[in-house]
Nanobody, 124 residues
């Protein structure tokens, strides 16, 4: 049974930092692209970052480039998202996702397993 469990969400002030983590289990972690998506109230789910099986290449949404870093530890079946210089507009539920294969995509439809999400709230 594939399971993805996020942690690390919190309420912080603008300019702060957070590190989200995702523990994966139930499959051969290193064979699949992993990603982070987010969904704010009243908005569609959007891709934030993705990382290929070996850790490179990576992809970022334009709005987070230079401030967010996605990483993975294949030995520990872990995925991370380090978020710096946080702004109120990044407030959302953040989801860890697993792609349908080794390839990475920006489209939510190409990710077939999702965690329950972890809430990130940034106040001004």
């Amino acid at each position: 049974l594939v399971q993805l469990a996020e942690s690390g969400g919190n309420s912080v002030q603008a300019g702060g930092s957070l590190r989200l983590s995702c523990a994966a289990s139930g499959y051969t972690y290193g064979l699949y692209c992993m990603g982070w998506f987010r969904q704010a109230p009243g908005k569609e789910r959007e891709g934030v970052a993705a990382i290929s099986t070996a850790g490179t290449p990576t992809w970022y949404a334009d709005s987070v480039k230079g401030r967010f870093t996605i990483s993975r530890d294949n030995a520990k079946n872990m995925l991370h998202l380090t978020m710096n210089s946080l702004k109120p507009e990044v407030t959302a539920m953040y989801y860890c996702t697993r792609s349908g294969g080794s390839w990475c995509s920006q489209a939510a439809k190409d990710y077939n397993y999702w965690g329950q999400g972890t809430q990130v709230t940034v106040s001004s």
